[in-house]
């Protein structure tokens, strides 16, 4: 039996580890450092990293096409042949189109599957004319996202991640990287400290582990975060703190910024926050005193009011210069090893794979010249507003690795709206909650049983490759898009033998990957960094000299203080949030099948202070009901200082979206996934 060592990217998150899958007969027996290769994880391995080749091998991984026999959501299923399920699909989707047009089908692409595969799930939608597209990425990097493309012109990050070890300060704001991207904060983050001196402030209603070097935490009660953002730009511009040459230089709008902060006092801010004034200038002055790596993500960006909080501290890295020169950080830190590879395919129910907009006729015309068959014009519906539209615009939906039936806000809305669908079809690795409702579910091969590429987090692009062979008679994904597309006679747009050729392809209509070519991936397994225009290291720090917008200049934008959808009241008193644990993966799909993760992190619990505690009856281990306006769950009380007065908290992995909200902001369509209005109750058991 000989031993094969296949270089692969990690499949969970976008820190982006390399390391090699040990392959027996193509079957993955374990993993092994990649010390050959020093890139971003220098040989070290988080816990979920060390266990990934476990759900792969796990024996409950989807392996024939299957067919809903039972009523919809029952799970009650029989296995059929791959040309049945084609033949299904296709027959089903000519019907729909013809009897509502190609505007009734919705597809949803994936933060899981490859950037070749993401691209190809694009390429099908509008070849049968729909651009209702989009991924449950919406609920991740769309407040953030939007706000630094207005402001810069563009959203990833600023700099590579060894530049965060020559910064002076270093801010976390609603992340945890510690448990989200535990090797970088492991080797960036506490190196900048331990090694380099760099001093920490965090912003977060809870303390974690990775918290423990911060000089200063501020704990906000949720989704108030935008008050403080505010108050620091007013602190930073009444003080005359700003950067005045860099302001004069290379921003626009800077009159207009302070006029709209001139009210939002410290003092003010205190009020909305719950965070004393005095801790909101003392983050102000270090942020404009100091070299700054400024870490946001998803405490920051899963609110209604995400967008105004983005474009805020947007504003304030302008202002403070903290952008555009080495040993500063700040951008999109998108989560999973290929929320980036959706995006930058134009993933969205707006935009072309150029990353252009679907409503620009010139834009349009060049991607239909490049493809081949017309693309349609208008915009489509994003994820949320798809799910409400099921049964009435929405008519078929084709998920491609989503679990939107616990991904997405509200799971019980979500769930009755997915039984009116007339057509659904779920591709993925596990018959997961989602799939339990489809009429068609489709077994995918995955992560090592595949050649593609990922993006991390700092634009590194690189290649991954085929270690072991799917299960039964699972396929990649961008194998069954192309056969799906013979079927459905559009063959001809989708002559792919290999995911190298689609990568070409990607060469050739994406200009920021032109340079990364299957061949020059192959032969640096460090990848390159995104732009990169021709075959090479790529871009590694972003605005040197000029921001990506029409003038080269930032555009500062003014913003106004703007409440949560949905606050503590007399009847649900308590604010409500929640978070990763390091051990799961969202939905659990993956992780929950891997023993040593599951064994190490078995249950859901929610935190609550011991103020909270006491007067609520509450003792620590006590069963507790948590109730929101869209239902209730029960968990196991944690009673910790961990949490600040006021506020409790759930990890998300297990029920946490029956109580969320799916409000969304009407610009960037992200919901209020973090900041709910909650009672507690003790049960007795
Ligand atoms: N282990 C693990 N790692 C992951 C993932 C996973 O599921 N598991 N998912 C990946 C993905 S896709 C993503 S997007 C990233 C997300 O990475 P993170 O953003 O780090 O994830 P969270 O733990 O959801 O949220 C971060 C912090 O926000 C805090 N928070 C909650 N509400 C608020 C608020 O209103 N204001 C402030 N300031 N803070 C708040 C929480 O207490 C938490 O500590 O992680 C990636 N990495
Ligand atoms: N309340 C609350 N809700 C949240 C969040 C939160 O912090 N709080 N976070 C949000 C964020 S940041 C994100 S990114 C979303 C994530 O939302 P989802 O993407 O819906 O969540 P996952 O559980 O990662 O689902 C990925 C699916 O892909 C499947 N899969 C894995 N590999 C493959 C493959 O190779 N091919 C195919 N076809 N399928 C595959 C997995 O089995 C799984 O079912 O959730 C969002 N929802
Ligand atoms: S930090 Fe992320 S990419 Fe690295 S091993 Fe852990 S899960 Fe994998
Ligand atoms: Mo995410």
Redesign the pocket.
């Given at each position: 039996m000989a031993e094969k060592l296949v270089p692969v990217v990690c499949?969970w998150c976008s820190v982006g580890c390399r390391f090699y899958a040990v392959s027996v007969n193509g079957y993955i027996r374990k993993i092994e450092f990649d010390y050959d290769h020093p890139t971003v994880n220098r040989g070290k391995l988080c816990p979920k990293g060390v266990a990934s080749y476990q759900f792969i091998n796990s024996p409950q991984r989807l392996k024939k096409p299957l067919k809903r026999v039972g009523e919809r959501g029952e799970g009650k299923f029989k296995e059929i042949s791959w040309d049945e399920a084609y033949r299904i699909i296709a027959e089903k989707i000519k019907e729909i189109k013809e009897t509502y047009g190609p505007e009734a089908i919705a597809f949803l692409a994936?933060?899981?599957?490859?950037f070749e595969?993401n691209y190809l799930v694009h390429k099908l939608s509008k070849a049968l004319g729909t651009n209702n597209l989009d991924?449950?990425?919406r609920?991740?990097?769309y407040s953030n996202s939007p706000a630094r493309t207005a402001i810069f012109g563009s959203s990833a990050a600023t700099n590579p991640f060894e530049d965060v070890e020559k910064a002076e300060l270093i801010v976390i704001w609603g992340h945890n990287p510690a448990e989200t991207a535990p090797v970088f904060f492991g080797q960036y983050i506490e190196k900048a400290i331990l090694d380099n001196g760099a001093e920490m402030v965090v912003i977060d209603p809870r303390s974690t582990r990775g918290h423990k070097y911060a000089s200063l935490h501020i704990k906000p009660y949720p989704g108030t975060d935008l008050a403080i953002a505010l108050a620091m730009l007013n602190v930073v511009i009444s003080e005359e703190l700003y950067d005045k040459e860099f302001v004069q230089e290379r921003t626009v709008g800077f009159k207009d910024l302070k006029e709209a902060v001139k009210d939002y006092t410290p003092e003010w801010a205190e009020k909305v926050s719950g965070v004393p004034s005095e801790d909101i200038r003392k983050v102000a002055r270090l942020i404009a005193g100091k070299k700054t790596a400024l870490f946001v993500n998803?405490g920051m960006?899963?609110h209604v009011n995400g967008f105004e909080l983005a474009l805020a501290i947007a504003n304030l890295i302008a202002i403070t210069g903290n952008i555009g020169k080495e040993g500063v950080w700040s951008g999109v830190f998108?989560?999973?090893q290929c929320?980036f590879c959706a995006a930058m395919s134009g993933i969205a129910p707006n935009k072309l794979p150029t990353g252009k907009l679907v409503t620009d006729d010139a834009a349009r015309a060049e991607v239909e010249r490049l493809w081949g068959f017309e693309i349609p014009d208008w915009v489509g519906l994003d994820l949320t507003n798809m799910i409400k539209e099921m049964g009435a615009k929405i008519r078929m939906m084709y998920i491609?690795?989503?679990?939107?039936a616990?991904?997405?806000?509200n799971s019980r809305w979500v769930r009755e709206q997915l039984k009116k669908l007339e057509f659904l079809v779920v591709?993925?690795?596990?018959l997961?909650e989602?799939?339990e409702y489809a009429d068609i579910v489709?077994p995918?091969?995955?992560?090592f049983?595949?050649t593609g590429t990922a993006i991390s987090a700092e634009r590194r692009v690189q290649r991954t490759y085929k270690a072991a062979e799917a299960p039964g008679e699972a396929k990649?994904?961008w194998l069954i898009m192309v056969e799906l597309a013979k079927e459905l006679g559009l063959g001809e747009f989708f002559k792919y033998e290999h995911p190298d050729e689609i990568l070409r392809e990607i060469n050739s209509v994406i200009p920021l990957f032109k340079g990364a070519t299957p061949e020059y991936l192959a032969e640096h397994p460090e990848g390159c960094f995104f732009p990169c225009s021709e075959p090479g290291e790529g871009t590694k720090v972003l605005f040197k000299s000029a921001f990506k917008t029409s003038d080269g200049k930032a555009h500062l934008q003014p913003v106004k203080w703007r409440e949560p959808p949905e606050m503590p009241d007399e009847e649900y008193p308590l604010w409500l949030t929640?978070?990763?644990l390091v051990g799961h993966?969202?939905?659990?799909?993956?992780s929950e099948k891997s023993p040593s993760l599951e064994k190490r992190w078995p249950d859901e619990y929610v935190m609550i202070n011991p103020i909270d505690a006491e007067k609520y009856g509450i003792r620590n281990g006590d069963l507790v009901k948590v109730e929101t306006r869209r239902g209730s769950v029960l968990v196991k009380a944690e009673v910790t200082e961990h949490v600040r007065e006021g506020v409790i908290a759930m990890p998300?992995h297990w029920q946490?979206?029956f109580?969320?909200l799916n409000e969304t902001h009407e610009k960037t369509k992200m919901a209020e996934?973090?900041a709910v209005a909650a009672r507690i109750s003790r049960v007795e058991e």
């Open positions: 499949p994936s933060e899981k599957i490859t595969e991924f449950p990425g609920y991740c990097q998803e960006n899963q998108p989560g999973a929320g491609v690795g989503g679990n939107i616990k991904s997405a806000p591709q993925d690795i596990f997961t989602t799939a489709l995918a091969a995955t992560w049983e595949k990649p994904d929640n978070f990763r993966w969202h939905t659990m799909t993956m998300w946490m979206n109580l969320t996934l973090k």
